[in-house]
């Protein structure tokens, strides 16, 4: 019973064009103007989706953001006009690519700050091993100007003995 009503719901929903997408509210404009408006929508966020732009939003309130960019670009607003609108109206937000400049400076240059200084650590890293004296000495190598230290001697004459008691 509950789903011969779900379908009945949907079916008068369907045949009343309730679930049909949305079409423009006034005519469409000339192509080289269209195109602008599309440019611009692809570059204004959705004031209800989560990072969705409003040309690729399905919501209401998108076609509405949509319709007045549409609006502001038969009026002859210039792109920084018609953002400016925006912005002044929903905030910086609303820029699906906010300017380069004040504290969004340091979140597009932070990530390239951080790679960078990881890059010096790894190079210092590298640069300090190559310069670590060798823990071990091949067979007649020089020993350090200053001698064999003590540590050095037991362990040159524990490996004569397992040297000797290997070769019986």
């Known amino acids: 019973m509950h789903a011969a009503l779900i379908t009945l719901h949907l ?14 509210a006034g005519e469409p404009l000339p192509a080289e103007q269209e195109a602008r408006v599309q ?23 998108a076609r509405a953001q949509l319709e007045r960019v549409r609006e502001l670009v038969a009026e002859g607003k210039s792109d920084d006009e018609v953002i400016d609108y925006f ?7 609303v820029l699906l690519e906010p300017e380069v400049s004040g504290v969004n ?3 597009w240059a932070g990530p390239l700050v951080l790679v960078l200084l990881g890059m010096v650590v790894i190079a210092r890293q590298v640069k300090g091993d190559e ?17 064999p230290s003590e540590a050095d001697a037991d362990l040159a004459r524990y490996l004569e003995a397992v040297r000797k008691e290997t070769d019986q």
């Open 39 to 61: 440019a611009l929508a692809s570059g204004l966020r959705c004031a209800v989706c989560q990072g969705v732009a409003i040309s690729d939003s399905p919501s209401s309130m």
């Open 131 to 147: 310069n670590a004296p060798d823990e071990q000495l091949p067979d007649g190598a020089a020993q350090p100007a200053d001698g």
């Open 11 to 24: 079916i008068t929903g369907l045949t009343l064009g309730q679930y049909a997408p949305q079409r423009l």
């Open 105 to 107: 400076l340091l979140v």
């Open 87 to 93: 912005v002044a109206r929903y905030g910086e937000w």
